[in-house]
C-alpha cells in the first residue's frame, strides 16, 4: 500500500472514531481546545521539530551540544508562551473559581512557589525562570479543566480527541513514513519506534495515558445501559488495541507494566465488595506501588525485573543515578528549579554516555537533584493529599474517582524509572490533575451549574442543597419527600 493510500484510509479511521464517539448532550466550553493543542504538543514532538519533519531549517533540532540545550529553542517558546497566555486569559474569567480551587490546593501551591523560589540559587536563573514558566503551563491547563462548566465530559473529550489523533497517526508513521515514526541508536544502530514522539519511551508514555483513558471509558461504557454505548465501545476498544499493539512494537516495558496496573486498578473497582470498603481499596493501591518499588528498587537480584525482559540495572539507569548523585549540589535546596542537566555538570555527563541523558529517569531523584529534600517533601504532601482526594472523590462519583485513583497510581510508578515530574511532561499533567481537589462552593439564591466549582462537596450535616456534583444536582432526602408531596 502506498503511503498516500494509506493516509486517507488512516484519516477516514480517525474521522470514524470521532463519529462513533460523539455525544451531543456534552456542553463543553470551546477555551478546551488549548488545553487540546498543549496536549498535542505535549504527546507527541514540538513545534520545532514538527516543522524540522517537514522541511523547515531555522531551528537547530535535536540538540546536539550541551550549549545548544541550553539555549533552547525560541519558537518552542514562543508557541508555548501563547498558549499559556490564553489559558490564563481564560481563567481570568473564571477566576472566583480559580481562587477556590487554589486555596483548597494549598500543597501544590507551595510546591510551585518554592520551585520559583529555586530560581534564586540556580546557576541558570534565566534558563530557569523560562522552565518555571513552561512547567506552570500545566497548571493553568488543568485549572482550564477544572474550571470548565461540564468537567467530566471535558476530560473525556481531551481524552478523545487526542487520542483518537497521536494513536492512530503514530502506526500510520510506523508502517508506512519510517522516516519519521523510526529512529536508529547510533551506538548499535538498532531500529526503534518512535511514531508522532521523538523516542521509543515518548511513545510508551502516551500510550499508557491515552490507554488508560479509553480502558476507563469502557469499564464505565460496560455498566452503561445507554442505547449508544456500542458505538462508543467500539470507538475506544479500537483505541486500546492501537496503544497495546504500539507498546510492543515501542518495547516500552515501564508504560506497559503501568497500563496494566491502572487498568486493573480500576476493573477492580467496579466490583461492590471493593468499592464499598475503603481498606480494600487502600491495599490495592499500597500492593502495586509497594510492589513495584520493590520489583524496580530493593531487589538486588533483579529476578522480578528479568521477568519483564530487562537487566537488574534497568537498561543502564542504576549506573546514571549513582552519576547524577556524585554530581548533586545542595542536599537541602538543590541545584535550583530544573538546572541540573545545564553547564559543567551535562557537559561531564554527556562526555561518558554516547546517548546525552538529559533527564536521571527517575522523577523522585529529579526533584532531589534540583529541590533537595524540601522539594522531596514538598511532592510528597501533594502525594499523599492527592491520593486523599482521588479516594474521596470515587466514593463521591466513582466514575470519576477511579480516573483519578489510575492516573494517580500510574503516574507514581511510572516515575520510579522515568522523569515524568517537570516540563510539559503529559505524565505531569495528569498527576496534577488528578490529585487536585475542588471545593464547593457556597452561594445564595439560585445558582446555575456553570457558577459553581464542582468537587467535592464539604462534609456538613445539614442540608447541601445548592451543590452541583459533575453537573447534576445533589437535594436531601428531606427536599425529595417535600417534592413528592408537591
Same mark, same amino acid.
Request: hydrophobic residues 50%.
Given at each position: 500500500?502506498?503511503?498516500?493510500?494509506?493516509?486517507?484510509?488512516?484519516?477516514?479511521?480517525?474521522?470514524?472514531?470521532?463519529?462513533?464517539?460523539?455525544?451531543?448532550?456534552?456542553?463543553?466550553?470551546?477555551?478546551?481546545?488549548?488545553?487540546?493543542?498543549?496536549?498535542?504538543?505535549?504527546?507527541?514532538?514540538?513545534?520545532?521539530?514538527?516543522?524540522?519533519?517537514?522541511? *523547515?531549517?531555522?531551528?537547530? &533540532?535535536?540538540?546536539?551540544?550541551?550549549?545548544?540545550?541550553?539555549?533552547?529553542?525560541?519558537?518552542?517558546?514562543?508557541?508555548? $508562551?501563547?498558549?499559556?497566555?490564553?489559558?490564563?486569559?481564560?481563567?481570568?474569567?473564571?477566576?472566583?473559581?480559580?481562587?477556590?480551587?487554589?486555596?483548597?490546593?494549598?500543597?501544590?501551591?507551595?510546591?510551585?512557589?518554592?520551585?520559583?523560589?529555586?530560581?534564586? *540559587? $540556580?546557576?541558570?536563573?534565566?534558563?530557569?525562570?523560562? @522552565?518555571?514558566?513552561?512547567?506552570?503551563?500545566?497548571?493553568?491547563?488543568?485549572?482550564?479543566?477544572?474550571?470548565?462548566?461540564?468537567?467530566?465530559?471535558?476530560?473525556?473529550?481531551?481524552?478523545?480527541?487526542?487520542?483518537?489523533?497521536?494513536?492512530?497517526?503514530?502506526?500510520?508513521?510506523?508502517?508506512?513514513?519510517?522516516?519519521?515514526?523510526?529512529?536508529?541508536?547510533? $551506538?548499535?544502530?538498532?531500529?526503534?519506534?518512535?511514531?508522532?514522539?521523538?523516542?521509543?519511551?515518548?511513545?510508551?508514555?502516551?500510550?499508557?495515558?491515552?490507554?488508560?483513558?479509553?480502558?476507563?471509558?469502557?469499564?464505565?461504557?460496560?455498566?452503561?445501559?445507554?442505547?449508544?454505548?456500542?458505538?462508543?465501545?467500539?470507538?475506544?476498544?479500537?483505541?486500546?488495541?492501537?496503544?497495546? &499493539?504500539?507498546?510492543?512494537?515501542?518495547? +516500552?516495558?515501564?508504560?506497559? /507494566?503501568?497500563?496494566?496496573?491502572? +487498568?486493573?486498578?480500576?476493573?477492580?473497582?467496579?466490583?461492590?465488595?471493593?468499592?464499598?470498603?475503603?481498606?480494600?481499596?487502600?491495599?490495592?493501591?499500597?500492593?502495586?506501588?509497594?510492589?513495584?518499588?520493590? /520489583?524496580?528498587?530493593?531487589?538486588?537480584?533483579?529476578?522480578?525485573?528479568?521477568?519483564?525482559?530487562?537487566?537488574?540495572?534497568?537498561?543502564?539507569?542504576?549506573?546514571?543515578?549513582?552519576?547524577?548523585?556524585?554530581?548533586?549540589?545542595?542536599?537541602?535546596?538543590?541545584?535550583?528549579?530544573? $538546572?541540573?542537566?545545564?553547564?559543567? @555538570?551535562?557537559?561531564?555527563?554527556?562526555?561518558?554516555? &554516547?546517548?546525552?541523558?538529559?533527564?536521571?529517569?527517575?522523577?523522585?531523584?529529579?526533584?532531589?537533584?534540583?529541590?533537595? *529534600?524540601?522539594?522531596?517533601?514538598?511532592?510528597?504532601?501533594?502525594?499523599?493529599?492527592?491520593?486523599?482526594?482521588?479516594?474521596?472523590?470515587?466514593?463521591?462519583?466513582?466514575?470519576?474517582?477511579?480516573?483519578?485513583?489510575?492516573?494517580?497510581?500510574?503516574?507514581?510508578?511510572?516515575?520510579?524509572?522515568? /522523569?515524568?515530574?517537570?516540563?510539559?511532561?503529559?505524565? *505531569?499533567?495528569?498527576?496534577?490533575?488528578?490529585?487536585?481537589?475542588?471545593?464547593?462552593?457556597?452561594?445564595?439564591?439560585?445558582?446555575?451549574?456553570?457558577?459553581?466549582?464542582?468537587?467535592?462537596?464539604? @462534609?456538613?450535616?445539614?442540608?447541601?442543597?445548592?451543590?452541583?456534583?459533575?453537573?447534576?444536582?445533589?437535594? +436531601?432526602?428531606?427536599?425529595?419527600?417535600?417534592?413528592?408531596?408537591?
Amino acid at each position: 500500500m502506498s503511503p498516500f493510500t494509506a493516509t486517507i484510509i488512516y484519516a477516514t479511521l480517525i474521522a470514524g472514531m470521532f463519529y462513533l464517539d460523539r455525544d451531543s448532550k456534552a456542553r463543553t466550553s470551546p477555551a478546551l481546545w488549548i488545553v487540546v493543542i498543549w496536549m498535542w504538543l505535549a504527546c507527541s514532538r514540538v513545534a520545532s521539530q514538527w516543522l524540522a519533519v517537514f522541511g *523547515w531549517t531555522g531551528d537547530v &533540532w535535536p540538540r546536539e551540544t550541551p550549549d545548544q540545550y541550553l539555549n533552547g529553542s525560541p519558537l518552542d517558546r514562543n508557541v508555548l $508562551s501563547v498558549l499559556v497566555a490564553l489559558g490564563i486569559f481564560v481563567l481570568y474569567q473564571r477566576r472566583r473559581k480559580v481562587l477556590a480551587i487554589l486555596a483548597a490546593n494549598m500543597p501544590t501551591l507551595l510546591f510551585f512557589s518554592y520551585c520559583a523560589l529555586s530560581i534564586c *540559587w $540556580s546557576d541558570y536563573p534565566e534558563v530557569a525562570i523560562k @522552565r518555571w514558566v513552561k512547567a506552570l503551563g500545566n497548571v493553568v491547563m488543568v485549572l482550564v479543566v477544572l474550571t470548565d462548566p461540564d468537567q467530566l465530559s471535558a476530560i473525556r473529550r481531551i481524552l478523545s480527541r487526542v487520542g483518537f489523533i497521536m494513536i492512530p497517526v503514530s502506526i500510520l508513521f510506523i508502517k508506512y513514513y519510517p522516516e519519521i515514526g523510526r529512529g536508529y541508536n547510533p $551506538s548499535s544502530w538498532e531500529m526503534y519506534f518512535a511514531g508522532v514522539t521523538d523516542n521509543k519511551n515518548g511513545l510508551g508514555t502516551i500510550c499508557l495515558i491515552l490507554g488508560v483513558g479509553s480502558v476507563w471509558r469502557i469499564v464505565q461504557l460496560l455498566k452503561d445501559d445507554n442505547v449508544n454505548r456500542v458505538r462508543h465501545l467500539i470507538a475506544h476498544v479500537t483505541l486500546v488495541l492501537m496503544a497495546l &499493539w504500539l507498546l510492543l512494537k515501542a518495547d +516500552s516495558m515501564t508504560s506497559m /507494566a503501568c497500563i496494566v496496573m491502572a +487498568s486493573g486498578l480500576m476493573f477492580a473497582t467496579t466490583l461492590r465488595t471493593v468499592a464499598r470498603r475503603p481498606a480494600i481499596i487502600h491495599a490495592l493501591t499500597l500492593s502495586i506501588i509497594l510492589g513495584s518499588l520493590y /520489583a524496580l528498587l530493593l531487589d538486588t537480584g533483579g529476578g522480578m525485573v528479568a521477568t519483564l525482559g530487562r537487566n537488574p540495572t534497568l537498561t543502564g539507569r542504576t549506573e546514571l543515578w549513582q552519576q547524577v548523585i556524585a554530581l548533586s549540589g545542595n542536599p537541602l535546596v538543590g541545584t535550583g528549579f530544573e $538546572s541540573f542537566w545545564l553547564g559543567s @555538570r551535562i557537559e561531564k555527563l554527556w562526555s561518558m554516555y &554516547w546517548w546525552h541523558p538529559n533527564e536521571s529517569h527517575n522523577g523522585y531523584l529529579e526533584i532531589y537533584l534540583t529541590l533537595g *529534600w524540601i522539594g522531596v517533601s514538598l511532592m510528597a504532601g501533594i502525594m499523599v493529599i492527592g491520593y486523599r482526594n482521588a479516594v474521596v472523590a470515587f466514593r463521591r462519583n466513582s466514575e470519576f474517582g477511579r480516573l483519578m485513583l489510575a492516573f494517580f497510581v500510574a503516574s507514581t510508578v511510572y516515575n520510579l524509572t522515568e /522523569a515524568g515530574f517537570r516540563g510539559t511532561d503529559p505524565i *505531569w499533567f495528569v498527576f496534577i490533575w488528578a490529585c487536585m481537589v475542588i471545593p464547593a462552593l457556597r452561594e445564595t439564591g439560585n445558582p446555575s451549574p456553570q457558577d459553581l466549582v464542582l468537587y467535592p462537596p464539604p @462534609r456538613d450535616r445539614g442540608l447541601i442543597s445548592q451543590t452541583v456534583c459533575f453537573g447534576t444536582a445533589k437535594i +436531601s432526602s428531606r427536599e425529595k419527600r417535600e417534592n413528592l408531596r408537591k
